[in-house]
């Protein structure tokens, strides 16, 4: 096997996020380890929002990527602990998830557009489990909250 660890990291790299295109399955740290044991890849993966449907495709995604590159013997692990939180996302996951018009997890939500704080929440379940739709009283925009967990 030649195919280095940080190659693999950088294929996992382009995956999006199905619920969020603007941001990969990397940056949002649901890939949690890539390592060899002797021949055998492993690959620990973590889910987000246990509500969100989007787990078991990302794995067929990954699994795509994998055999795509000539990877047939690996193995993938779901490690439910430590669980995963959105803390996990670095700032520039959450300034990605803003320009994709997504306020960020935060205590505090604002409007992704004009950056109030002036905002009420329409429904606590919006699109899917991991997002809360909200309405900004300043500009009316409409936007997603990606749920602080
Ligand atoms: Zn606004």
Redesign the pocket.
């Known amino acids: 096997m030649e195919i280095s660890t940080a190659a693999i990291w950088e294929s996992l790299k382009t995956i999006p996020d199905p619920e969020i295109p603007a941001v990969s399955i990397v940056d949002l740290g649901i890939v949690r380890n890539v390592e060899f044991n002797d021949d055998q890849l492993k690959i620990t993966i973590t889910p987000t929002y246990s509500g969100c449907p989007a787990f078991s495709f990302m794995k067929e995604e990954i699994i795509r990527h994998l055999e795509s590159a000539g990877i047939f013997n690996y193995q993938i692990d779901t490690s439910l602990a430590p669980p995963w939180t959105t803390d996990w996302m670095s700032d520039s996951v959450k300034a990605k998830l803003k320009e994709a018009g997504i306020a960020p997890p935060s205590h505090k939500v604002e409007?992704p557009?004009?950056e109030?704080q002036n905002v009420d929440v329409i429904s606590e379940f919006g699109s899917t489990a991991c997002k809360a739709l909200y309405k900004?009283n300043?500009?009316s925009?409409i936007f997603h909250h990606f749920k602080q967990i």
């Open positions: 409007c557009q004009c109030s900004c300043e500009c925009e």
